[in-house]
């Protein structure tokens, strides 16, 4: 009894053990900052973690051992260290650590941070607070690390040999930083040795140090080792700057190379596609026997031992950055082809396989390095290569080392550590999202489980760490290390859950009932005692001998196992049966038990429907160890019966048992319980049992007795007995049976059946000896059927099957058996009855279905012999019918109205009929109508592109037809029909276009086949809805936490849910549980409101969360669930009035913040003032609440309350508190706690008012100092402006000769002077093409224009001619200066002629002026011929002066105006730059941008690629600009491709990229759009870009779609560049906005007005060096200035009133405000260049400025006068007096004569008419004489001077040789 009593205790022991083992949580350490670099000293087990700003020294359990504060510190980048107070940038700065080594032979740890210029310290081991070395004053050489946090750096320990001497260094090697030098690796010592310093590099090799060429190489270094005499670097890198694409190799070099001779790179590729380019972590180690047999056995890699080191790696893709892959490299194999590689070079030029497989990256000559030498030894010889041999190398990709990967998976393996157990290797793989997977690397490896641990979304650190004796892992993230064992075997306590494992750590331990790894077993040498997990195969019985036994004896059973492991002789070994014990006995091999079976009163009975029972066997060993177990059945031949209570014979001799039947005593027995007697049916001979069979008939009608026959067999034994029957069916009766004369014939009456439950149903009769009550043997089955069922009218009951003989009994009226009809039956059916028809309306076009149900429609579908519906036929649908129920058919249109004249009313309503077989006809009381639906409104209007809105389109009549009838479509595209009736509702389908249209589309609804009803311009499709971001992103498992999303578009979506499914888990053995999923809490068209859902997360699954919006599916990237918190015990239950309620436990934080919490005491809620991780701070309500339940209310006040903690969804009770009395707080406390804050308070105050005025002191004198300093910055940046200004003109300064400065030929520089194109100097060509006539008139026509030409030469004529056309009121200025223009063109030739009818013509405007008193407006506008003719002529006149003197000056003006606006942002859109001389053009905000320098190549041009500075912020077209610019500089702008016409590509990597100002991926911020710049596509510094250019045929035809696609982006939304132009909601609000709210947007734009000082200043030299040029008379004047000057003063003397003044405005109006204006604001009159906008607006600053320094007026400037008047108040008197002294410097000069004037005039005459087409001038010309033709010719009559020379005549015949019309001659 007291061992009985034992057992429970000791098992309830055994099992407190397990829990508290499998329990105890995991060894943590949290950081506070993120943690950069964990590594471990290997003696020891100490872990040292450098953190951002923090050194922590960890025990092996991580427990803090030591920590130092690493920063943060002042520091600058730029500043060198020591920082000092010099250094004015320094700021706070964070120290992150890039490097930690541990130097065990001598204590050290080498400690590396990013502050200080990457310097390092020296550490103790035992103690890191303890500083060995720190110095930051040694200058360069100690600077080890990179600065930046992004750059990678690893290290590794070394030895260095100098002089004999032996010491200690370790090897760096980095990526390249900005401010970094470019050492990639070098080595550091670690003590002072001579010269040397510590941490100084003691290796000079340029080749892999100092190439200037190293940051184009993008190194990223992961992994860095020691093995054998060769240190390796593990890293990726590009190509170079013409590839974007990383390769990733690994470099090798001697351990003892003291300049890096033998320094070698080989390319690693992860599978044969190289794929998984990019290396993120590694790790070295032995591979264990079986991996390295499975590596030999793959023949890559040679031959691997179980001795060697093997590489392993995980990789990243370029291609799919959502996966990445392991990959294994022996390095025997990478030494072996490092080996071929270097050998290659020495001795066959650097091939393999006659193919280049050699080059020497970092330099410039990186082919052809390589020499051929005769000697094939030269590898052996110089295993570490020489000064003279070729260094450093590197393999070509044809050559790389290959590997396929090991494992492929979603996701990013971020670490790699790999550990052999038993000789196999499994590797833990770290993931970005916190995982740490368990990967068997077997000849197929598999992922086979997670690392315990709590999973908390954070990247794996690539450090991951195995302790020394290799038991357990370390896992870091970022901010925390956790300690986890290698394998949880002792977890599993069956051997089949060990066996699920697959974990190759773990075993079945046979003999002691345990999971455990091979050594804990402690007999594991022996056969079967210890099974490994991943061979899936427990000890199990393979068969009992005998199978099974009745339950009736008992004896031996003997029980195969053939891996029972041998078993000592002090083993005991037992079977139990159940509960029954009984001694066992193993003998031979493989192994039987012999085990007792127990008594059968033991064995329990077997359950009911079953004629055995099973009962659980075990082997146990050693009382309580079970070894297996299985299932042994005892069977009883007595319960066979129940299988079939009426055959009992039969089921007892077929059972498997091997039954047999005693047919006299009716029983069913074991077989060997009786002798062989004739009455014993044998097993498995059914057909000796007695039995009856073969009924007949074998159908049976319902309520009618048909008598049934059938035959016996084996029945002699029951001779002369009596039986009756019964069926189940009729319980109640039963019935005799009546042996036939021939003995073997049986029958009986029969019963009258009653049942209707379905037509047919299955009726078993048994058969009962009357005397003893025995069922003997039955197999007496019919079918019994009920003609009534599913028959209920003629029709459906003639379908039914002849069989059956069911016939219409009219007298019943149902269908019936025919023999219980008492009437004969009817041959025809009655006429069809039509109950309803669907639907009741249709539209007048007809073509849908009707469905017509009632009765005695046909019994088959071809006895339909018509169908009208309201009087139309309706075709018949055959493959509808339903026997007599149902028939469909399609309508047709309905009828036409008849004529008026008619007398019948027309009706589109009416019955339906239908006639069948024999003219029997149906009509129906339900009318049909005819009649049209009218959809007239479709609401909502609008929806996402991805589909999915339900629409409710509304209108009169939309029932018409049914829902099976109607199609719904939006613009083409189906729309789901939800539901049919007063209205339609449907779900929209995705738009498949990739462009939204931005016109709304027309929805159609389809009824049937012939009916479609339109509602235009009803939906529209618009872009779907955006996530911008989230918050909070985490969640406990118990839901409730609060989820905005933020974005845009989520008005257009009508349904909006948050789902929450489980992500894919390859290896997971259970089935993933269903989406979880809320609905949104609040939704408008920027924000959603979710509460995250609850989920189920027992196996702690990472889950993905996805917002579904209709049809749009979001997944919320980073959401992350985190296991509920956990509460500990209250430590203080007591509330006082002044006290807080503290809460600990764990992980409050991880999902939850104050704000969000909730607590209540009682029914009261109570503020969460703090949330911690472990601890909540509570204050509690200052009286005592209610209790929350009535039962606590009715308690006493003293009662405790409960203290209620809630975090969303979840709900803890943490405790109970109590408040304590009022006389429990003595007046001890009361007074000291309220005097002593209320002193404090004080104290505080006083402080704080002395503390702000002192700083109010200090802002006000900051301000001052400010203000002082402001003109001298000015100052100052405008001279640095201008020297960069000046450095960067000198490359253009030097090709300015005349040859190089694009001067417009004569031809388009009179032109364009003449006829004032546009900008880009295109506008309507006057002058272009010849004048088109008939071939028959063109000699009579050319005739007449020389004729007209002669006729201009009459001065009489010209004079006439202009002053007849003045006159005229439509000849308006416009007319005026093209009329000028023309006749320069015209005249061209007879120069002095044209500057005489000018002369003649500006005296009669002087004489006009000066006689109307207002002679100062002569020439101040061109409202006059003349005025334009003088122009021209000063056009004319100053070409070859432009060419020779003025042009250069100009030019540089405009090259460095254009430079220096394009040198910062332009704003493509509203034309404003940051640097520009125009305050209205001026860029009012700071846009953050950088320089980057393109490298581009031209397509078809040859490799050369030429260098062009950008903006990272410009456009595509202002790129493209620049570019052009650039590359065809030494074109003309009319020669060079426009904008348009090119295209430019990016080349990142192997693929292209197309980059346009617009495209799908454009940035989009409401209903604005933003125009892509480099910036938007990532566009890096010396990226390289292809220009093509693209032929005019393709850009019209092949782009069409881009550019429609491009205009409708650029139709449907306001796009912008930088800033985005005041829509009319923000003219809205600024026009409510207060006063001051305007002044201070104003004084805001001022800030900037100093970058127009800035401008101004760096562009002064160029506009003196200009308008000295022009306004130099020291210098050559053109003699036309002279000549006119000279006529001006002339003409001054003639007139009394015109004094000194009048002749300065008539001088400046003429030549500065007339030419020089026109030229400077436009340089496309005199060169062949492009002038933007915004240069545009700087001329014109420039211009206004000239124009005012010629005038004699003063300008009063002020406060409010322009800033462009101000800008240059100070330069406008120096230039006036530089006007003053050019007037009077001419008029000094000697005249120029006449005689003079007109050569001069006649050589332009002839130089250059020629190439002007005066012809068309004169036709052009005519054509006002046509215009006019009438006034001039009666002008003529009436002046003398035209009689005299028969102008008039001339005239006339000249117009009828041009006008080839009948005239007055």
Not at 148 to 159: C, I
Not at 611 to 633: K, R, W
Not at 990 to 1018: D, F, H, I
Request: charged share 25%.
């Amino acid at each position: 009894m007291e061992r009985r009593l034992s057992w429970p205790f000791v098992l309830v022991t055994a099992a407190s053990v397990f829990l508290c083992a499998s329990c105890i949580k995991n060894p943590e350490f949290p950081s506070d900052t993120l943690i950069n670099n964990v590594v471990q000293d290997p003696r020891t087990g100490r872990l040292y973690v450098g953190a951002v700003n923090a050194l922590y020294q960890l025990s092996p359990d991580l427990q803090t051992e030591g920590r130092v504060e690493t920063g943060p510190r002042r520091d600058n980048r730029q500043c060198t260290p020591p920082i000092t107070d010099a250094c004015e940038d320094a700021v706070d700065t964070d120290n992150h650590n890039k490097l930690l080594l541990v130097h065990a032979g001598q204590e050290r740890l080498v400690v590396c941070g990013s502050i200080f210029r990457g310097i390092c310290s020296l550490r103790n081991l035992s103690n890191v607070e303890h500083v060995v070395y720190f110095s930051d004053n040694k200058g360069e050489k100690s600077y080890v690390v990179s600065t930046e946090e992004s750059v990678s750096v690893v290290g590794v320990m070394s030895y260095f040999t100098k002089d004999r001497d032996n010491f200690t260094v370790f090897l760096v090697a980095k990526g390249y930083g900005s401010h970094d030098s470019t050492k990639l690796i070098s080595t550091r010592i670690l003590k002072d040795y001579g010269e040397w310093n510590i941490f100084e590099n003691i290796v000079e090799a340029s080749a892999v140090q100092a190439n200037p060429f190293v940051q184009r190489y993008l190194h990223d270094f992961r992994f860095a080792f020691k093995d054998g005499p060769f240190l390796y670097f593990l890293f990726s890198r590009t190509l170079g700057v013409q590839d974007t694409k990383n390769f990733t190799f690994i470099s090798r070099m001697c351990e003892g190379d003291q300049s890096y001779f033998s320094y070698t790179e080989l390319q690693l590729n992860c599978s044969t596609a190289n794929k998984f380019n990019k290396v993120q972590a590694a790790y070295v180690t032995t591979p264990g026997e079986v991996l390295a047999q499975n590596l030999t056995r793959s023949g890559q890699y040679g031959p691997v031992l179980a001795s060697d080191k093997v590489l392993f790696v995980t990789f990243t893709s370029d291609e799919d950055p959502t996966s990445s892959a392991m990959c294994m490299y022996p390095v025997r194999a990478i030494n072996t082809k490092l080996l071929e590689i270097i050998g290659a070079c020495y001795s066959n030029r650097g091939l393999i396989n006659d193919k280049p497989a050699v080059y020497s990256p970092y330099s410039t000559k990186s082919s052809g390095v390589c020499s051929n030498t005769n000697q094939h030894n030269m590898v052996q010889k110089y295993k570490c290569g020489a000064e003279f041999l070729p260094s450093p190398l590197a393999s070509k990709a044809d050559v790389a080392l290959v590997a396929e990967p090991s494992l492929v998976r979603k996701g990013v393996l971020t670490a790699v550590a790999v550990a052999v157990e038993t000789g196999h290797a499994v590797a833990f793989l770290g993931t970005a999202n916190g995982e740490v997977l368990k990967l068997h690397l077997s000849a197929h490896p598999e992922v086979y489980g997670h690392a315990s641990g709590e999973v908390t979304g954070d990247k794996v650190n690539k450090d991951l760490l195995l302790d020394p004796q290799l038991q357990h892992l370390y896992i870091t993230s970022e901010k925390k290390i956790t300690k986890v064992p290698v394998q949880s075997c002792h977890l599993k306590t069956d051997c089949q859950a060990c066996m699920a494992l697959k974990d190759p750590y773990c075993g079945w331990c046979v003999l002691e009932g345990r999971c455990t790894r091979k050594h804990e077993c402690s007999r594991w040498t022996e056969d079967h005692t210890w099974l490994w997990s991943p061979n899936q195969q427990c000890v199990e019985i393979r068969a009992f001998d005998p199978p099974n036994l009745s339950c009736r004896k008992t004896q031996q059973v003997d029980i195969s196992v053939p891996t029972l492991p041998r078993l000592r002789q002090s083993d005991q070994l037992r079977c139990l049966f159940g509960a029954w014990p009984s001694r066992a006995v193993a003998l031979g091999s493989p192994a039987v038990v012999t085990c007792s079976l127990p008594d059968p009163a033991e064995i329990p009975p077997a359950p009911v429907q079953q004629d055995y029972v099973s009962v659980p066997v075990q082997i146990l060993v050693n009382d309580n160890i079970v070894v297996t177990s299985g299932e042994f059945h005892f069977y009883d031949c007595a319960a066979t019966v129940r299988k079939n209570p009426n055959t009992p014979c039969i089921s007892c001799v077929t059972s498997e048992w091997g039954c047999q039947w005693n047919a006299r005593e009716h029983r069913c027995s074991d077989a060997d319980e009786a002798p062989d007697e004739s009455h014993i049916v044998k097993p498995q001979q059914p057909e000796r049992c007695p039995q009856f069979e073969s009924p007949e008939p074998s159908l049976i009608p319902v309520g009618f007795e048909v008598p049934i026959s059938f035959r016996g067999r084996n029945l002699d034994i029951y001779s002369g007995r009596r039986f009756v029957m019964g069926t189940e069916l009729m319980k109640q009766a039963e019935e005799e049976v009546t042996q036939e004369q021939s003995g073997s014939d049986f029958k009986f009456r029969g019963f009258k059946f009653s049942y209707n439950k379905q037509q047919e149903v299955n009726v078993s009769f048994h058969v009962i000896e009357r005397d003893t009550e025995r069922k003997i043997d039955s197999t007496l089955t019919v079918v019994l059927y009920n003609c009534s069922v599913a028959k209920e009218d003629c029709s459906l009951c003639k379908h039914a099957d002849a069989k059956y003989d069911c016939v219409w009994c009219a007298a019943l009226q149902s269908c019936v058996y025919r023999g219980s009809c008492p009437t004969p039956p009817l041959a025809l059916c009655p006429k069809p009855q039509i109950t309803d028809i669907v639907p009741r309306f249709g539209p007048l076009n007809g073509r849908i279905s009707v469905t017509i149900k009632g009765s005695n429609m046909g019994v088959k579908k071809e006895d339909i012999r018509r169908i009208s519906v309201a009087g139309v036929e309706c075709q018949h649908l055959q493959d509808k019918y339903s026997v007599s129920t149902s028939v469909v058919c399609e309508i047709g249109p309905a009828k036409r109205t008849p004529p008026s004249d008619l007398p019948v009313e027309p009706s589109n309503s009416g019955v339906v009929e239908v006639e069948v077989e024999g003219g029997r006809t149906g009509r129906s009381q339900v009318v049909f109508t005819y009649r049209d639906p009218h959809p007239d409104a479709v609401h909502p209007g609008k929806g996402p592109a991805a589909g999915g809105t339900v629409i409710t389109i509304t209108g009169r009549d939309l029932d018409t037809a049914s829902k099976e009838d109607i199609a719904v479509s939006v613009g083409g595209v189906p729309c789901q029909v939800l539901s049919f009736g007063e209205s339609i509702t449907c779900k929209t389908g995705p738009y498949p276009g990739q462009k939204v249209p931005s016109e709304p589309l027309a929805v159609k609804v389809n009824y049937g086949r012939n009916t479609s009803k339109e509602v235009l311009t009803a939906f529209q499709y618009a872009d779907n809805p955006k996530i911008a971001d989230y918050a909070p992103k985490s969640s406990f498992v118990c839901g409730g936490r609060r989820i905005v999303v933020t974005g845009n578009g989520f008005d257009l979506i009508q349904r909006a849910s948050l789902k929450v499914v489980p992500a894919t888990d390859e290896f997971s053995q259970d089935d993933a549980p269903g989406e979880l999923f809320v609905q949104a809490l609040s939704k408008n068209d920027s924000v959603l409101q979710f509460l995250s859902p609850a989920v189920n997360w027992s196996d702690g699954r990472p889950l993905r969360a996805v917002v579904q919006l209709d049809n749009v599916k979001e997944e919320l990237k980073a959401f992350t669930y985190h296991p509920n918190p956990s509460f500990n015990e209250l430590s203080k239950t007591v509330i006082t009035e002044t006290s807080v309620i503290i809460v600990n436990g764990r992980g409050f934080a991880k999902a939850m913040t104050a704000v969000e919490a909730q607590a209540f005491v009682g029914d009261a809620s109570c503020n969460v003032s703090i949330l911690q991780d472990d601890k909540l701070i509570l204050d509690p309500p200052s009286s005592r609440p209610r209790a929350r339940s009535k039962r606590q209310r009715r308690d006493a006040a003293s009662e405790p309350l409960e203290l209620v903690v809630k975090f969303g969804h979840g709900e803890w009770k943490v405790g109970s508190v109590y408040y304590a009395g009022k006389e429990d707080i003595p007046l001890a406390i009361i007074i000291p706690a309220v005097i002593v804050p209320m002193l404090a308070f004080i104290a505080v105050s006083v402080y704080c008012y002395r503390r702000k005025s002192q700083q109010a002191e200090r802002e006000y004198e900051k301000v001052k100092h400010q203000l002082e300093n402001l003109e001298e910055s000015v100052r100052d940046r405008c001279k640095k402006e201008f020297t960069d200004l000046m450095i960067e003109m000198e490359d253009h300064t030097s090709e300015l000769s005349e040859a190089r400065i694009p001067f417009l030929d004569y031809k388009t520089y009179t032109e364009r002077n003449l006829f004032l194109p546009s900008k880009d100097g295109s506008g309507v060509a006057v002058l272009t093409g010849r004048v088109h006539v008939p071939v028959s008139r063109r000699a009579v026509v050319t005739r007449a224009l020389n004729q007209f030409s002669n006729l201009l030469n009459s001065k009489p004529f010209l004079i006439n001619f202009i002053h007849t056309l003045e006159s005229r009121p439509d000849f308006n200025a416009r007319a005026r200066g093209d009329f000028a223009s023309l006749l320069t063109v015209a005249l061209h030739g007879k120069l002095v002629y044209f500057t005489d009818i000018t002369r003649t013509l500006l005296l009669e405007l002087m004489d006009e002026h000066v006689h109307n008193k207002h002679p100062k407006l002569m020439l101040r506008r061109s409202e006059t011929v003349v005025e334009r003719m003088l122009c021209n002529w000063m056009s004319i006149c100053l070409y070859q002066f432009l060419r020779d003197s003025a042009g250069e000056p100009l030019y540089k003006l405009f090259k460095a105006l254009k430079h220096q606006v394009e040198k910062g942002p332009v704003d493509a859109k509203v034309k404003k730059a940051k640097y520009t001389l125009n305050d209205t053009g001026l860029l009012g905000d700071d846009v953050e941008y950088s320089v980057l320098t393109l490298q581009v190549l031209v397509h078809g041009e040859g490799p050369d690629v030429t260098p062009v500075k950008v903006l990272n912020c410009d456009t595509i077209s202002q790129v493209k600009e620049k570019i052009i610019d650039q590359v065809y500089r030494n074109l003309p702008y009319s020669q060079r491709p426009k904008v348009e016409n090119v295209a430019l590509e990016w080349r990142p990597g192997s693929t292209g990229q197309i980059l346009s100002d617009l495209d799908l991926t454009s940035q989009k911020e409401g209903r604005w759009k933003r125009l892509n710049t480099l910036a938007h596509y990532n566009v890096r510094d010396n990226a390289t870009l292809v220009l093509s250019k693209v032929l005019h045929s393709q850009s019209v035809h092949q782009h069409q779609d881009s550019n429609e696609e491009r205009n409708a982006l650029l139709e449907e939304d306001n796009t912008f560049h930088l800033v985005r132009a005041t829509d009319e909601l923000d003219e809205v609000k600024s026009k409510r906005g207060s006063v001051k709210d305007k002044s201070m947007t104003k004084a805001i734009t001022e800030i900037y007005l100093t970058r127009l000082l800035s401008v101004k200043g760096t562009l002064q030299k160029f506009v003196d060096d200009f308008f000295g040029s022009i306004l130099r008379s020291s210098a050559a004047v053109p003699p036309a200035i002279k000549y006119f000057f000279d006529f001006l003063d002339e003409q001054a003397l003639r007139h009394d009133n015109v004094d000194e003044e009048t002749l300065h405005v008539w001088k400046t109006n003429s030549l500065p405000l007339r030419f020089w204006v026109n030229i400077l604001r436009n340089p496309h009159f005199i060169f062949d260049v492009h002038v933007t906008e915004v240069v545009d607006a700087s001329l014109h600053v420039i211009a206004l400025m000239f124009m005012d320094a010629c005038t004699k007026t003063e300008h009063k400037l002020s406060r409010e006068s322009p800033s462009n008047k101000l800008l240059y108040a100070k330069e406008i008197s120096t230039y006036k007096k530089m006007v003053d002294d050019y007037y009077k410097g001419i008029r000094q000069m000697v005249p120029v004569s006449d005689q003079d004037m007109n050569t001069y005039l006649a050589e332009v005459s002839r130089q250059h008419t020629d190439e002007l087409n005066t012809q068309q001038a004169l036709h052009q010309l005519y054509q006002y004489a046509s215009k006019y033709y009438d006034v001039i010719i009666q002008s003529l009559d009436e002046d003398p001077a035209a009689q005299s020379g028969q102008l008039t005549l001339r005239l006339q015949q000249i117009a009828a040789d041009l006008e080839d019309k009948v005239t007055d001659l």
